[in-house]
């Protein structure tokens, strides 16, 4: 437990003092004391930039307001707190200003739904006009503002390796608007508008769009794919996007316990769970190709994962779908294999 | 079959029983559960053959509905909002193109700054797209216009925008009488397209026009509206006929006769509009009311008809023309060339803001006692906006207006703590 | 479509709840019901995007002639409250009519609530607590006491029979729910009739 927070001598421009409770839950997350403070998350220090800061609306258990912390206050400490962020529509948004108040403790626009990338672009190529590309920009949004609607201004913004990095919270609907499917919405999975009537099993196979794989093959400086199951491992990625320039993408999975009925304190189970079975491939990749991958540390069958979302409930039970869950798991298997998850596996082979 | 149903839910299932073959979705506010109704009953089967599509943008929503159309499908989607205005080079296409497409519009107010609240601002912002814009005053109307609107479309060869009050009609549980498949087949025919893309019978759609002859196509789109004046309401005495109410048209009159204060809306806020009157009249004051039901194509001669016996006219809008002031005033107004009456704008409602039955009592009050400004907006909150307007003129820094007034509400985050 | 006016007798409805808590669904079963017993009803929600746990307000007219006027009901005849924690979040009691009913989910009593003061300003019986999550919790394994509160409304207000909810609620909430819920809306009718005295036909 730690007390109050002294004060960091060393404090660098961009993050600020705040009071701090740590509370020792039993995790391996925030607070390792037997860490060096180095090594520690930035979640984990108490200057940290809080740059969601408290009174926000989300949901509880909202993994988006988790991972636009974690990302935030990583690329806040990495550009010394010279940042600005443009936001799509989306929940991230909504929760975060409702008026007349803001949880954004950077600069911050929101535009319109489709325009994130291209907004952001705009305001790096101010920043360069002006001298000033010593400030950074992110773009974010959710899923539906990213793979969807977003979609053509993101792959102009890549296009055009515009000094941007965008981050994609990945809960795999649009949210906000009362959990409707979006292109990131994996097979299988209940919607408002792919439930699971007669023999529909909910969202159809073969669809979807891997926009991490899309970004790869626009031959962007880095992409990266993340969980809010492992801050550690988030950061550097943030850090490392941060230190370079060019258009930069990263994907973070993060879940909703609202639209996907699971219970508000398995988000971070959800995503742990969902690297384990092989189900969200977790790997970065530098100039169009895939540096490196985090393998599973113990691989999980995928029905651990479905069975904790109301949203897979239709596939269990009296009028279970047992085919179709094999076919998830042929899913992660084949993630598996192509990225080399398991130790001792081969290297990316797509 | 009469029954206690959701507005969504009501148009849902009958634009289902205008057997739509090609849907698209796109998810916005208010208009959600339209869509996922229909999505409902695709999947169960109910509404078949139809391709429900779920696509990644409004701009690809109108746009899969162009091909679909144009390839001989009756389609069919739902917007409002952004979405309607994001998809705005595909709206004039569609009806340039001539294409029969039905469509939904949830109203809701256009950002920035972003609200999801009703008011006229997106339909009002399209209303020379070509399209027809019928305006529904509660959801029995909202699902009768719909069957009507797949007749006229296909009549005219021009596409229909139904606007109904977002989350005002479509979030409204209330009685709506929702038509039987087999009334809506006995009064919609099957879609027969003029054109259509046919390997059979290869034609060349969407070609280049020049100024050789790009003014009598543009003309021709006029004169096919202009037709609309006499179809729609040919429409309406068949649906009328047909399922026993009264629904459409171009324009309705409430307690018209002699009436001295005549006020011009449209949609759900007729409700709450003919309440009022009914308690003015009934403190012997001469007023009625004039609902304008069809706003493209504008029926000139039917408005002036029913105004130009009256004293004064209260037009009573649900968007701004920024710069301008009133929208279907300056419609009326045309109505009204020559006629010499007291004329009256009030903006009201503007991003949901609820228009009460005293607010109204109160604005029409003064309108019969002739106290009103040519141009007011209802219920305003002048303080706050003498606020930032000296704000502004003491020099304080530019910027987004909404921001300043949090600003002055005192809560932005400036910084941390 | 609308028809001339003709004078009626309107009752209006205020629910606040919060997200998550079925304040909409309330609303909605109420409409239902009253359309069952052949009387106009309208129900809608002010509205906002998707968030569990923010304040929710939702509104229900029930008249005999057409309901026209679509503003939020401002001068409510009776108030549901699902949730305490809102009393002093929100201003639940404005406009409250002189004759209006409260009926407000929680263990507590009015007076421990803090609340005298509105109990007393409305006439007796009016004004009620009850534990609707526990009858919920009871009956149906969770504390929704959403569609136990519209039964003791019904016995509250008097402006529905206990069937009509409870048929509106089987039909919105298939099997086990549906009776889940009717029984709790059951005992929280039974409950009302107790505190109040007054037992409804």
Redesign the interface.
């Given at each position: 437990m730690s007390g109050p927070p002294k004060a960091d001598g060393a404090a660098d421009a961009g993050t600020r003092h705040q009071r701090v409770r740590f509370y020792q839950v039993g995790s391996h997350v925030v607070g390792n004391r037997l860490l060096d403070p180095e090594q520690r998350t930035v979640q984990a220090r108490t200057d940290r930039s809080n740059t969601l800061t408290c009174g926000h609306r989300a949901c509880r258990g909202c993994g988006e307001a988790l991972g636009a912390r974690y990302v935030l206050d990583a690329a806040m400490r990495a550009s010394g707190g010279e940042l600005v962020a443009a936001n799509a529509t989306g929940c991230l948004e909504v929760f975060s200003t409702p008026f007349p108040e803001s949880s954004w403790q950077l600069p911050w626009i929101h535009s319109v739904f489709g325009n994130a990338p291209a907004v952001a672009s705009g305001v790096a190529a101010a920043l360069r006009a002006k001298g000033r590309d010593d400030v950074r920009v992110i773009g974010q949004g959710g899923d539906g503002g990213t793979v969807d609607i977003g979609f053509g201004c993101l792959s102009g913004m890549f296009e055009r390796n515009d000094d941007v990095l965008y981050v994609c919270y990945d809960n795999e609907a649009y949210m906000n608007t009362g959990v409707q499917r979006s292109g990131a919405t994996p097979p299988a999975a209940r919607t408002a508008n792919t439930k699971p009537i007669a023999d529909h099993p909910g969202n159809r196979f073969g669809q979807g769009k891997d926009l991490p794989r899309i970004a790869i093959a626009h031959g962007i400086p880095y992409v990266a794919t993340a969980t809010v199951a492992e801050p550690h491992d988030l950061e550097r990625k943030v850090e490392t996007a941060v230190g370079m320039r060019g258009a930069r993408y990263i994907h973070v999975f993060v879940p909703c316990p609202l639209g996907w009925g699971s219970a508000s304190h398995d988000t971070i189970k959800l995503a742990r769970l969902v690297k384990e079975t092989g189900l969200f491939p977790v790997y970065e990749a530098v100039d169009g190709e895939v540096v490196g991958v985090s393998k599973i540390r113990r691989q999980v069958p995928v029905e651990e994962y479905l069975k904790l979302q109301r949203r897979y409930a239709h596939l269990f039970g009296e009028h279970g779908r047992p085919d179709i869950v094999e076919r998830l798991q042929a899913g992660a298997d084949r993630n598996i294999r192509e990225f080399g998850l398991l130790d001792g596996d081969e290297e990316v082979q797509w | 079959m009469l029954?206690?149903i959701?507005g969504s839910a009501a148009i849902a299932e009958t634009v289902a029983r205008c057997r739509p073959e090609v849907v698209c979705?796109?998810?916005?506010?208010?208009q959600?559960?339209i869509?996922?109704g229909l999505?409902?009953l695709v999947?169960?089967?109910e509404l078949a053959p139809c391709e429900y599509m779920?696509v990644?943008?409004?701009f690809a929503a109108m746009s899969v509905c162009i091909g679909a159309s144009a390839a001989g499908a009756r389609a069919y989607t739902a917007t409002a909002s952004?979405g309607l205005l994001?998809m705005a080079e595909a709206l004039f296409n569609a009806s340039g193109l001539g294409l029969p497409i039905v469509m939904t519009v949830a109203n809701r107010a256009v950002?920035?700054p972003?609200n999801?609240?009703n008011d006229h601002s997106d339909s009002m912002s399209q209303r020379d797209s070509g399209w027809l814009q019928l305006y529904a005053?509660?959801n029995?109307?909202a699902a009768d216009l719909h069957v009507q609107a797949f007749r006229i479309a296909e009549a005219l060869s021009l596409p229909v925008m139904v606007c109904m009050?977002g989350?005002?009609l479509t979030?409204?549980?209330?009685?709506v009488d929702v038509p039987s498949a087999e009334q809506v087949d006995a009064f919609l025919p099957a879609f027969e397209p003029r054109q259509v893309l046919d390997p059979a019978d290869p034609m060349t759609i969407g070609a280049m026009v020049g100024p050789e002859a790009f003014a009598e196509v543009k003309y021709l789109a006029h004169a096919k509206q202009m037709q609309a004046l006499d179809v729609i309401p040919e429409v309406a005495a068949d649906f009328e006929a047909a399922f026993g109410?009264?629904?459409g048209g171009l324009v309705r009159g409430?307690?018209l006769e002699d009436a001295e204060t005549i006020v011009v809306a449209l949609g759900?806020?007729?409700?709450?509009i003919?309440?009022t009157i009914?308690a003015m009249r009934e403190d012997g004051v001469s007023i009625g009311a004039l609902a304008i039901k069809s706003f493209r194509p504008f029926p000139m001669e039917e408005v002036r008809a029913a105004l130009e016996g009256a004293k004064r006219v209260v037009v009573l809008e649900k968007a701004l023309a920024v710069g301008v002031g009133g929208i279907v005033s300056a419609n009326v107004r045309m109505a009204l060339s020559g006629i010499q009456l007291h004329g009256y704008t009030v903006i009201a409602g503007l991003g949901?803001r609820?228009?009460?039955?005293a607010s109204l009592r109160r604005l029409f009050d003064d309108a019969v006692a002739d106290r009103l400004e040519p141009l007011s907006f209802l219920d305003m909150d002048w303080e706050r906006i003498e606020a930032e307007l000296k704000r502004m003129a003491a020099g304080g820094r530019s910027g987004p207006h909404?921001e300043n007034?949090?600003r002055e509400?005192g809560?932005?985050?400036g910084?941390?703590? | 479509m609308t028809q001339s006016g003709e004078s009626g007798e309107m009752f209006q409805v205020r629910v606040h709840g919060r997200g998550g808590q079925g304040a909409v669904t309330a609303a909605e079963l109420l409409s239902i019901a009253g359309f069952d017993e052949g009387r106009h009803a309208q129900a809608f929600p002010s509205f906002g995007s998707e968030r569990t746990g923010a304040p929710v307000v939702s509104f229900c007219r029930f008249d005999s002639v057409p309901i026209r006027t679509r503003e939020p009901v401002s001068e409510p005849d009776a108030l549901i409250v699902q949730d305490a924690t809102l009393i002093h979040q929100v201003d639940l009691f404005a406009g409250l009519a002189p004759q209006g009913y409260l009926l407000l989910n929680s263990t507590h009593s009015l007076a421990e609530l803090g609340l005298e003061e509105i109990a007393e300003r409305l006439p007796a019986g009016h004004a009620l607590t009850v534990p609707a999550s526990e009858i919920a919790r009871r009956n149906l394994g969770r504390p929704l006491a959403n569609a136990a509160l519209l039964g003791g409304f019904a016995a509250l207000t008097g402006q529905l029979r206990l069937e009509s909810v409870q048929d509106a609620i089987r039909e919105r909430f298939p099997g086990a729910a549906g009776e889940g819920n009717a029984a709790a809306a059951a005992e929280c009718f039974a409950a009302v009739e107790e505190a109040t005295g007054v037992t409804r036909a």
């Open positions: - | 029954r206690q959701e979705a796109y998810p916005i506010s208010p959600t559960h869509v996922e999505s409902d999947r169960a089967g779920m990644e943008s409004e952004q994001f950002g920035s972003i999801i609240w005053e509660d029995q109307e009050d989350f005002i979030h409204a549980y209330e009685r109410r009264r629904s409430y307690r759900s806020v007729l409700g709450t003919e309440d009914d949901g609820p228009i009460t039955g909404a007034i949090l509400v809560i932005v985050a910084g941390s703590h | -």
